[in-house]
């Protein structure tokens, strides 16, 4: 499939996808000290892909991500994002966009999402939940051109990497 193949969406231009997630719920995550972005409560969002699904599960088996047929995308409490990367920063007007931008290239990362599918709709996404919270279209323009430069990496298929059980400390005696 070439770069940036065409995926079924209910939006049909980008004034639809605005509309479409203009009706997502708030999004109550906390800033980590150490970095990143929790999750404090399930938040789901219709993102209007159609006809992919997918699930990404954490340490032991919890669900933390899932798409479903419909469009729904679904991230579970306690799900950690590092926020934006690349030349798009932080801000109040992206922390949405942001999420849900993360939650899409993660589904490729694992492989359940065709990056060259879902990578267009998703930076699309990530411009119209910033204009949908406020954001000046012209920092959303810059962040969307910073999108389609350098976050093709950032959604492309890892290898799993084995998690070494390591217990560190003193045994009592």
Known sequence: MGRDAMISTTWKTFNDLVMLLSMAPKLHC???????YRCLED????????????MVHGWEGKLLIELDNAGLLTMKKGYWWDGCSFIVIDRETNMRAGGLHDELYHLC???????????????????????????????????????????????TRQPEIEAEHLVFGRTSA
Not at 43 to 54: E, F, M, Q, Y
Request: hydrophobic share 40%; aromatic share 10%.
């Open 109 to 155: 990362r694992t492989g359940d999402l065709d990056v060259d599918e879902i990578r267009q709709p998703a930076d699309l996404m990530f411009r119209a939940f910033h204009r949908v919270d406020g954001g000046w279209n012209w920092i959303g323009a810059i962040d969307y051109a910073g999108l389609r430069i350098g976050a093709r990496s950032a959604a």
């Open 43 to 54: 938040w789901s969002v219709n993102t209007g892909i159609l006809d992919r699904a997918g």
């Open 30 to 36: 906390c800033k980590l000290k150490s970095g990143g």
